[in-house]
């Protein structure tokens, strides 16, 4: 266990930061991990509730934070209202809980005092856990595709994308690890576990985000060096890369990157479907596209838009196990609920950048956090482009948790006592 220090806080904030470090810990080999870790946070601040309307109503007077607030409201709004609007059944509402549950999950990051080095170290933790779990399953057990405690190994490789960028972070922003070597090591093992944890899983969207995850820390570690050096750590980090794909069970990763244009090349001409990963996603959204088009203001409904798709797939004979989803966030919400839930979307993502923007100009304080929230929402947009990121459980509550965590301790760094019920 990384012994945390606490500094001067009280039994009950040490509590509280040692629960955020276990659930954090534990979030991709437990089951229903990231449910934990937004539930952990939310009884933090249930606890503490008697200062909830105190502190919710101070840290709302932050400009930035009003922006976030708007896009979250836009998307729970349209979301309400589509569900009315067709008559869907009560468990539809479930997919709102974790947004519902931001205010609770931010006093309670408040309450506890949260520590940079739960964020850092804990995420640090759970990509070499995660790596670990994925080498356990594909090396030892041969059981394909590494899932850890999740329900698809898509979920899986890309919240191991995340987390290794989180200890990258840590790397280069965390003061206490530029003292102390271990937490150095520890971060960089971190990193790159949850590198390798992706690669196992098999899954081709979260690829990009490495390369681009490791772009950005190239860039940041170089930043002030002369060209050739940039370019230099550009050309390492690229052989990195290949290293640990050669190093990668070849069906896992060269097995899966093999035939990639042929296949997309071969239904574009002829529409043929040839595999279960390129030709049927591009069959998908070419029929969610097709959909978007006949009823583009309030699309199709979820049941009616998944009943169409389902019936569009018969002829492909499609393998039992492929869920009749489009794979897209944008063009699943533009088939089921037209642009009104697109731009739900685009109002929520937005809202959450633009904030963080907002705050990374405030200064070195709430940089490093306001940035890493920035990249969170550029990565759930890529890993949204392959897959129905908001479209599943675990993506939503680890979305609402992590950006919910570094909001709160761009708020810590930089909070007025005067105005606050917490200190």
Not at 229 to 238: A, E, P, Q, T
Not at 377 to 396: C, I, P, Q
């Amino acid at each position: 266990m990384v012994r945390i220090d606490m500094g001067s806080l009280t039994p009950r904030e040490r509590l509280y930061n040692g629960l955020v470090f276990a659930c954090l810990s534990w979030v991709l080999v437990m089951p229903g991990g990231p449910k934990l870790l937004v539930l952990c946070l939310a009884a933090m601040g249930v606890w503490s509730a008697k200062d909830l309307r105190t502190d919710m109503g101070w840290v709302l007077e932050r400009p930035e934070l009003r922006i976030m607030v708007q896009g979250f409201a836009v998307f729970l709004g349209v979301g309400f209202f589509l569900g009315l609007w067709y008559d869907y059944k009560p468990g539809y509402y479930e997919a709102f809980i974790p947004f519902l549950l931001v205010p609770l999950m931010l006093h309670g990051v408040l309450k506890a005092r949260l520590q940079p080095v739960v964020l850092w170290m804990g995420a640090a933790t759970a990509a070499v856990l995660a790596g670990a779990a994925a080498s356990y399953e594909s090396l030892v057990l041969l059981s394909g595709r590494a899932m850890g405690a999740m329900s698809h190994p898509i979920i899986f490789g890309d919240l191991s994308v995340v987390l290794a960028c989180i200890a990258l972070f840590g790397l280069l922003y965390f003061e206490q690890a530029k003292n102390q070597l271990w937490m150095r090591v520890y971060l960089s093992f971190g990193a790159a576990m949850g590198v390798w944890g992706s690669l196992l899983s098999g899954s081709k969207g979260g690829w990009l985000s490495i390369i681009m995850v490791l772009l950005v820390f190239v860039w940041r570690v170089t930043a002030g060096h002369p060209v050739i050096w940039r370019f230099l750590g550009v050309v390492l980090i690229s052989v990195l890369v290949a290293k640990g794909v050669w190093l990668a069970p070849e069906d896992l990763v060269r097995g899966r990157l093999e035939g990639v244009w042929g296949k997309a090349h071969l239904w574009f001409e002829t529409g043929q479907v040839t595999d279960w990963s390129v030709s049927i996603r591009l069959e998908l959204w070419s029929y969610a596209l097709q959909l978007f088009a006949e009823r583009p203001i309030l699309g199709w409904s979820g049941e009616g838009a998944l009943t169409l798709l389902a019936e569009h797939l018969k002829p492909f004979n499609v393998p039992t196990g492929i869920a009749p989803v489009f794979e897209n966030d944008l063009l699943h919400y533009a088939a089921v609920s037209g642009l009104v839930g697109v731009l739900s979307v685009l109002a929520l993502y937005g809202g959450v950048f633009v904030g963080f923007w907002r705050f990374q100009k405030l200064g070195a304080k709430t940089f490093a956090y306001a940035l890493l929230g920035m990249l969170l929402v550029a990565l759930y947009f890529e890993f949204g482009l392959s897959v129905n990121t908001l479209g599943r459980n675990a993506f939503r509550y680890f979305f609402c948790a992590m950006s919910t965590m570094l909001l709160g301790l761009i708020l810590l760094a930089t909070k007025d006592n005067k105005g606050s019920a917490w200190n």
